[in-house]
């Protein structure tokens, strides 16, 4: 049986992924906003792991609160949340969520062009 998912949670996960993108989702704020009704369902539980291990993977100086995006979108937890948040404007389906994901990671190198790229050849 195929899980009926809320909207509202969809567009919270997504808006989440950008945030830890651009470096701004803190740990705590990412583990009290994630929606409840998706723990347990399996392609949820790997992006929340792939936002969880992208915040904690976050290059910079913690101490002085500096961000180092240019080493970040060189990092693979960047290129997975970006794959992440380009598939789920794609679709919101756990089978091609999956398959999508699996499709893209398949080729290397990656990059946003080639993500984007591969993400569209699956949905053709």
């Known amino acids: ?20 993108i651009e470096g701004n989702l803190k740990q705590k704020d990412f583990y009290e906003q994630w929606p409840d009704e998706l723990e347990g369902l399996d392609v949820f539980d790997m992006i929340f ?16 609160q500096e961000s180092n995006h240019e080493q970040w979108h060189k990092m693979p937890e960047y290129f997975i949340l970006l794959i992440d948040q380009l598939v789920l404007e794609k679709t919101t389906k ?19 062009e080639i993500i984007r790229k591969r993400i569209d050849d699956f949905f053709k």
Do not use: T
């Open 1 to 20: 049986m195929i899980p009926i998912i809320n909207e509202y949670s969809i567009k919270l996960v997504y808006r989440m992924i950008g945030q830890a």
């Open 94 to 112: 756990p089978i091609e969520i999956i398959a999508c994901r699996d499709f893209v990671l398949q080729g290397k190198p990656l990059s946003r």
């Open 49 to 64: 792991s792939d936002i969880e291990s992208a915040i904690e993977h976050f290059p910079g100086r913690w101490f002085v």
